[in-house]
């Protein structure tokens, strides 16, 4: 059943991989086995010190952007973006085991530009904002 989860992280990460490597990433296998939660598969598409990481138990799960030691969450990353909540296309839903890598190729075509292609700076910056934003639904006060 590992072997499956590795499989569809494959078959998953060459549903992106077109964008990615267009932009100079480069997709590796980086573990696959068997937890308490499940067989699971984790890899990453990197170029330098930039990389997208890709976590895979039954679909894909958590989807997490860096930069050196800078890091944040696929839907903190979108948030800052798009400045709104939940209006992502990833996680999406869908019974489809590779549905999540269709999602996540829609936010990356749309909203990914500084990562895949902007500079360190402008990436920082805005992996530093997204951390600093507060939780969907917090109301600060005046």
């Excluded at 086995?33 to 990481?53: I, N, P, Q, V």
């Excluded at 839907?75 to 990833?90: E, F, K, P, Q, T």
């Excluded at 269709?102 to 360190?120: K, T």
Aim: hydrophobic share 40%; aromatic share 10%.
């Amino acid at each position: 059943m590992a072997g499956n989860a590795r499989e569809l992280l494959r078959k998953g990460s060459s549903l992106i991989a077109p964008l990615l490597t267009a932009h100079g990433f480069a997709f590796k296998l980086l573990s696959a086995g068997e937890s308490s939660g499940g067989h699971y598969a984790t890899g990453e598409f990197r170029k330098g010190d930039r990389w997208l990481e890709l976590h895979f138990r039954f679909s894909l799960g958590m989807v997490s952007y860096h930069l050196a030691s800078l890091s944040v969450s696929h839907l903190d990353y979108m948030r800052s973006v798009i400045g709104v909540s939940n209006s992502s296309h990833y996680p999406g839903f869908s019974n489809d085991p590779l549905g999540g890598f269709r999602h996540l190729l829609l936010d990356l075509q749309e909203h990914g530009s500084e990562f895949l292609a902007g500079s360190d700076e402008c990436l920082a910056g805005r992996i530093e904002m997204a951390n600093y934003l507060p939780p969907p639904g917090c109301v600060l006060p005046d």
